[in-house]
C-alpha cells in the first residue's frame, strides 16, 4: 500500500496520482488533504510518513507545490524522503538512497511527468553495494 498526502497546492496531482496507481492495481491510503481549498501541509504529511514508518504503507508520495514537503517526512525516524524533480532523480533516491518516500512539486513538472516519475520509483530497484554502508549511517545517526 502506498501513502499519500497533498496540501492545497498539490491536490490536483494527488489525485492524478491516486487514480493512475488504483487503475494499476496498487492500494493507496490517501491522508488528505481533500480539496484545493488552503491549507497547512505538515499534518498531512506527517500522517503519510508515519503510516510508512510503522509499516502499514510500504512506500509513501507526498506533493505540494515545491516538493519542500520533504522536510515534514524526514523529521521522522525511519523515513527518507527525496524531492524529485525528474525522471532520473525518481530513480536515483530509490537506486542510491532506498527512499520509502518521495516528494514532487506540482508547480515543478507537468502531470505526465509526475506520472512517469512515480512509475520510475515504484519499478526502480536499490542497488546495496557501497550505498548500503551510507543507509546505515543515516540510520544509525541520532535523528
Known amino acids: ?7 492545497h497546492a498539490g491536490f490536483d496531482y494527488k489525485e492524478a496520482i491516486k487514480g493512475h496507481l488504483e487503475s494499476e492495481g496498487i492500494s493507496v491510503k ?18 503519510a510518513a508515519q503510516a510508512v514508518a ?22 521522522i525516524k525511519g523515513i527518507r524522503c ?13 537506486e542510491h538512497g ?6 514532487i512539486g506540482q508547480r515543478m513538472m507537468t502531470k505526465e511527468q509526475a506520472l512517469s516519475v512515480v512509475d520510475i520509483w515504484l519499478n526502480s530497484e536499490f542497488k546495496g ?10 540510520d544509525s545517526a541520532n535523528l
Open 1 to 7: 500500500m502506498i501513502s499519500l498526502a497533498s496540501d
Open 30 to 47: 490517501d491522508f488528505g488533504t481533500y480539496s484545493n481549498d488552503p491549507v497547512d501541509y505538515p499534518r498531512f504529511v506527517n500522517a
Open 54 to 75: 510503522d509499516g502499514s504503507c510500504e512506500r509513501g508520495i507526498i506533493l505540494g507545490g515545491s516538493g519542500n514537503e520533504a522536510i515534514v517526512a524526514n523529521r
Open 82 to 94: 527525496a524531492v524529485v524533480w525528474n525522471q532520473h532523480t525518481a530513480q536515483l533516491s530509490k
Open 98 to 103: 532506498d527512499c520509502n518516500m518521495i516528494s
Open 129 to 138: 553495494g557501497r550505498h548500503e554502508r551510507r543507509i546505515r549511517q543515516i
